[in-house]
Nanobody, 115 residues
Framework: QVQLVESGGGLVQAGGSLRLSCAASGSIFRIDAMGWYRQAPGKQRELVAEITIGGTTNYADSVKGRFTISRDNAKNTLYLQMNSLKPEDTAVYYC?????????WGQGTQVTVSS
């Protein structure tokens, strides 16, 4: 099965940048798409960005133009470059991998943006 480990979260001031990483291991060949989701306390987990095996990307309207999702297949790693961060970006960010048969989640990494 696929295992996911996120890293790169932290505390940053508004306008700053962070780069999140998600290292995947296990049955990598089964992954059809990967994405980043986030969840703030008391709120539903929401899609931030995703990328399919074919390279198609989708972004939440709130992050378009500020965040960029990418992957390094050789390193089995997914990235989320986060620029121009806003306090409303504060959340736990989760890496996600989808296969034909199941969805796998990482443990999450905290991103806190101060005003």
């Amino acid at each position: 099965q696929v295992q996911l480990v996120e890293s790169g979260g932290g505390l940053v001031q508004a306008g700053g940048s962070l780069r999140l990483s998600c290292a995947a291991s296990g049955s990598i060949f089964r992954i059809d798409a990967m994405g980043w989701y986030r969840q703030a306390p008391g709120k539903q987990r929401e899609l931030v960005a995703e990328i399919t095996i074919g390279g198609t990307t989708n972004y939440a309207d709130s992050v378009k133009g500020r965040f960029t999702i990418s992957r390094d297949n050789a390193k089995n790693t997914l990235y989320l470059q986060m620029n121009s961060l806003k306090p409303e970006d504060t959340a736990v960010y989760y890496c996600n991998a989808r296969t034909r048969f199941y969805v796998r989640w990482g443990q999450g990494t905290q991103v806190t943006v101060s005003s």
